[in-house]
């Protein structure tokens, strides 16, 4: 009994430590993400969102326009912790893509992989496109995935465990998950739906299962009641995304082709192992899982979702099909650092499309060489430079060129002179890069900026960004050209010509604010 005691520890120790050193290694990767997100957080500027959710920050409130209340608290806090550089406002962005890789790794551990399994899921993450660049400046997006990811391990372990009493861990993150983004109700809806559909049903009848939907319930109320009292502006600004045709509509096939390039294209075959690994491979089990893919991606298509709303749930798959290309090739282990090459060098390939790894001159040169591109998602005119980097030139430029031309005011115009912004990016631009300068905060009609209001301004005189002059002069007495702005590489609605606008035609900011409401 002693020699078959010693020998199955002496069995056991090896695949212990495989595990424990698969660890270290996913650990590894994740220090490789933060650093290489750190190291490029300088080379573009601020994106045109990241803007508006600093000046949301300067608002702090339960709810915006169009968003929930975390991320406009994550800019407050990244700004009073730890100042206004980039390396400051991207720190909580660049750590939760460490932690997407670490969770990965918990996933695969609790399935069942070990130390390979571990780490293609934590480089098929650490590749993703999608994740690299959501996570490259300070949004929602950054976080999601994570809360989705720490969500479904809770599952797993319930699963696994037969253990209801982990519920309340699944209520918080959601609750958390739902004063990050309101899509989160899609992943828990998912989750519910699926789990009725298995065996696994009987693991949510019980106490621990409500108080779950009590706790998510109790945290997500603060910003349900400021959507009530403020006659739900969400669904307001999604109706009309929807009704002016911004957003480029897909067919199921596109959308899921979008998410496949964002999620690497060599790393379909892996995920879609994971589907089947879960639906009705090894992973059986956990088919739960498996189903809340596919309702998560059903309630997107049905609801006009965009295309990248899904991506936060590829991590489970990732992990599911890690541990299924461990199990089946034991054989043939060749295959394995043959196949996370490939991972590696696809993803390398195509990140610098994606991600702001490459000077714009070297950026152009790459593009022509490889004949990658960004998809589209908005019906928005680009310039020389894809949207999501267009996005992130032009405003510092901006707000330089509104300071001069507000400074060589007399003091008494200057005074009175407002500065209003027609998209929450040129009101952004002003509020975070005006104080440099002494310009006074910007006024907007555009998202949260409106409920902001106009910070006594009458409209008496008003430099004015990204208009016409056509509809100026309907409304003013006088309205003068200041100055040309436009950064070669900005969006095409950045390019225009700055006005003074004097004398309104019979009305004050204060009589017209209602109209100047610009939910889209």
């Given at each position: 009994m002693t020699a078959i005691s010693v020998s199955t520890t002496n069995n056991?120790?090896?695949?212990?430590?495989?595990?424990?050193?698969?660890?270290?290694?996913?650990?590894?990767?994740?220090?490789?993400?933060?650093?290489?997100?750190?190291?490029?957080?300088?080379?573009?500027?601020?994106?045109?969102?990241?803007?508006?959710?600093?000046a949301c920050g300067q608002h702090l409130d339960w709810g915006y326009v169009d968003m929930p209340p975390l991320t406009a608290f994550q800019?407050?806090?990244?700004?009073?912790?730890?100042?206004?550089?980039?390396?400051?406002?991207?720190?909580?962005?660049?750590?939760?893509?460490?932690?997407?890789?670490?969770?990965?790794?918990?996933?695969?551990?609790e399935l069942g992989g070990g130390r390979f399994a571990q780490i293609l899921a934590a480089l098929a993450v650490l590749l993703a496109p999608g994740y690299l660049v959501f996570c490259s400046y300070?949004?929602?997006?950054?976080?999601?995935?994570?809360?989705?990811?720490?969500?479904?391990?809770?599952?797993?372990?319930?699963?696994?465990?037969?253990?209801?009493?982990?519920?309340?861990?699944?209520?918080?993150?959601?609750?958390?998950?739902?004063?990050?983004?309101?899509?989160?109700?899609?992943?828990?809806?998912?989750?519910?739906?699926?789990?009725?559909?298995t065996p696994d049903r009987r693991l949510m009848f019980?106490?621990?299962?409500?108080?779950?939907?009590?706790?998510?319930?109790?945290?997500?109320?603060?910003?349900?009641?400021w959507e009530i009292r403020h006659g739900f502006p969400h669904l307001e600004l999604l109706r009309n995304i929807k009704r002016n045709g911004r957003d480029v509509q897909m067919n199921p096939a596109v959308f899921l082709l979008w998410d496949?390039?964002?999620?690497?294209?060599?790393?379909?075959?892996?995920?879609?192992?994971?589907?089947?690994?879960?639906?009705?491979?090894?992973?059986?089990?956990?088919?739960?899982?498996?189903?809340?893919w596919i309702i998560a991606y059903v309630v997107l298509i049905l609801a006009h979702g965009r295309f990248y709303y899904l991506l936060p749930a590829f991590v489970i798959l990732f992990a599911a099909g890690a541990v299924a290309m461990?199990?089946?090739?034991?054989?043939?282990?060749?295959?394995?650092?043959?196949?996370?090459?490939?991972?590696?060098?696809?993803?390398?390939?195509?990140?610098?499309?994606?991600?702001?790894?490459?000077?714009?001159?070297?950026?152009?040169?790459y593009v022509q060489m490889t004949h990658l591109a960004q998809p589209q998602f908005?019906?928005?005119?680009?310039?020389?430079?894809?949207?999501?980097?267009?996005?992130?030139?032009?405003?510092?430029?901006m707000a330089a060129t509104v300071a001069r031309v507000y400074n060589s005011l007399p003091p008494d115009v200057r005074a009175k002179t407002a500065i209003f912004g027609n998209d929450y990016g040129e009101s952004g631009a002003i509020d975070f890069y005006g104080p440099r300068y002494g310009l006074p905060k910007s006024i907007g009609g555009h998202l949260s900026n409106w409920y902001w209001g106009p910070r006594g301004y009458t409209g008496e005189s008003v430099l004015v960004l990204g208009d016409d002059r056509k509809t100026l002069e309907r409304e003013f007495e006088i309205v003068r050209p200041m100055a040309e702005i436009g950064h070669p590489y900005a969006m095409a609605q950045e390019h225009f010509t700055l006005y003074l606008?004097?004398?309104?035609?019979?009305?004050?900011?204060?009589?017209?604010?209602?109209?100047?409401?610009?939910?889209?």
């Open positions: 056991a120790a090896p695949a212990e430590a495989t595990t424990q050193s698969g660890t270290a290694i996913v650990a590894m990767i994740a220090a490789v993400n933060f650093a290489f997100h750190m190291a490029t957080a300088t080379l573009y500027g601020f994106f045109i969102d990241e803007i508006y959710f600093l800019a407050w806090l990244a700004r009073h912790l730890f100042g206004d550089s980039p390396y400051s406002i991207r720190l909580f962005p660049a750590l939760a893509s460490a932690g997407l890789v670490l969770l990965a790794g918990a996933i695969v551990r300070l949004s929602m997006n950054a976080i999601e995935p994570l809360i989705w990811s720490g969500c479904a391990l809770v599952v797993i372990r319930i699963i696994r465990r037969d253990e209801p009493r982990l519920w309340p861990w699944f209520g918080l993150l959601s609750g958390i998950g739902l004063l990050n983004k309101h899509t989160m109700l899609v992943f828990g809806f998912a989750v519910v739906v699926a789990l009725l559909l019980n106490r621990w299962f409500v108080l779950a939907g009590a706790i998510a319930f109790v945290i997500f109320l603060p910003n349900l009641v496949v390039l964002l999620a690497n294209p060599v790393t379909a075959p892996l995920w879609i192992a994971g589907l089947v690994s879960l639906l009705a491979g090894s992973l059986k089990k956990y088919r739960a899982l498996g189903l809340t461990e199990r089946t090739t034991v054989a043939r282990t060749w295959i394995r650092p043959a196949y996370a090459a490939l991972v590696v060098v696809v993803g390398a390939l195509i990140a610098p499309t994606l991600v702001p790894v490459l000077p714009p001159a070297a950026y152009f040169r908005e019906h928005r005119r680009t310039t020389s430079m894809p949207q999501l980097f267009a996005d992130r030139f032009g405003w510092p430029e606008a004097q004398k309104p035609r019979g009305w004050t900011f204060q009589s017209a604010w209602s109209q100047l409401k610009k939910f889209q």
